[in-house]
């Protein structure tokens, strides 16, 4: 007589209550609320309602358990559950980034990468980012300044952008996966050299940059630069430069045309060294390959 095994059934309740039923939307609203401390700040963040993300949490919750530890009047804070689910959400997200890529690639033909930029390097990519899609016409990439490097890290984790490329000073809380070095050097008008033209200005930075910015000074040699006059935007402060207003870190890069027509000069010997580096998730050929290609071409 024949022996018959039966194959196994998945119960309803089994499906329901397990962590393949999640959506990227409900995983993405959790790491959200858990960025930004609080499910108010996560809807405008993510430009949903607060209800659709208190929704979405507690759909994750009904799988997992508490995510959080509420506490009325006081920021969400995560439950040991919750940072498991903090440290691997990222890198589900830029899977789900990497399989729509991927189907992109098959549909439309041009999948869409997200760089993200700060102010220097936005003009220095934009050329840089027209000759790679002629190079590589199968890819689009979207090309965005960011005014805060803590919002861009979560936007990058966040999968709201894929490529964020940034100078920094010092350590970042992530280092970079594609790295190179810039030098900067003190430079001032080389019309004038009076007391205005000596004075110190200094790019508005977070405070944690802004210390960085300090020490990278002083490990030149520079002790004054903390009561410095600061002004929001680089090419603002070289234009001061040049008219005579003060003098500041600039991209030798930068100024190298500046110097040889006798518009600014080397205030102080030496250079300072920093890092620029292109940050990102997953394992992807079509991140790396963007990537590189952009600190290449403007190494």
Request: contains cysteine; neutral net charge.
């Amino acid at each position: 007589m024949n022996s018959h095994r039966s194959e196994p059934t998945l119960q309803p309740e089994t499906v329901k209550d397990s962590l393949l039923d999640m959506t990227g939307a409900q995983l993405r609203a959790f790491l959200a609320v858990a960025e930004y401390g609080g499910f108010g700040f996560a809807a405008r963040e993510l430009n949903v309602s607060q209800p659709t993300i208190s929704k979405a949490v507690k759909s994750l919750e009904r799988k997992v358990g508490p995510l959080f530890e509420r506490s009325p009047g006081r920021a969400a804070s995560l439950s040991p559950v919750g940072e498991v689910m903090k440290e691997e959400a990222v890198n589900v997200i830029q899977l789900l980034r990497e399989i729509e890529r991927k189907i992109e690639l098959r549909t439309s033909g041009q999948p869409r990468i997200r760089v993200a930029v700060g102010e220097y390097l936005y003009n220095r990519c934009k050329d840089a980012v027209s000759s790679f899609s002629l190079e590589n016409p199968e890819l689009t990439i979207r090309l965005e300044m960011i005014s805060s490097r803590a919002e861009a890290f979560r936007d990058l984790r966040l999968g709201l952008i894929d490529i964020l490329l940034i100078s920094t000073f010092g350590r970042t809380s992530q280092e970079p996966r594609i790295a190179a070095q810039a030098k900067m050097r003190v430079y001032r008008s080389a019309a004038k050299d009076n007391a205005e033209a000596r004075r110190w200005i200094l790019p508005i930075l977070e405070p944690q940059e802004t210390q960085e910015f300090i020490q990278a000074l002083g490990e030149s040699g520079i002790k004054d630069a903390a009561n410095a006059m600061t002004v929001p935007n680089y090419y603002s402060i070289k234009s001061m430069c040049v008219a005579g207003r003060g003098q500041a870190l600039l991209f030798e890069e930068d100024s190298q045309e500046d110097v040889a027509a006798g518009r600014l000069v080397q205030a102080v010997p030496g250079s300072v060294t920093i890092s620029r580096g292109c940050h990102y998730f997953g394992e992807s050929e079509t991140l790396e390959k963007a990537a590189r290609y952009l600190i290449d071409a403007i190494g």
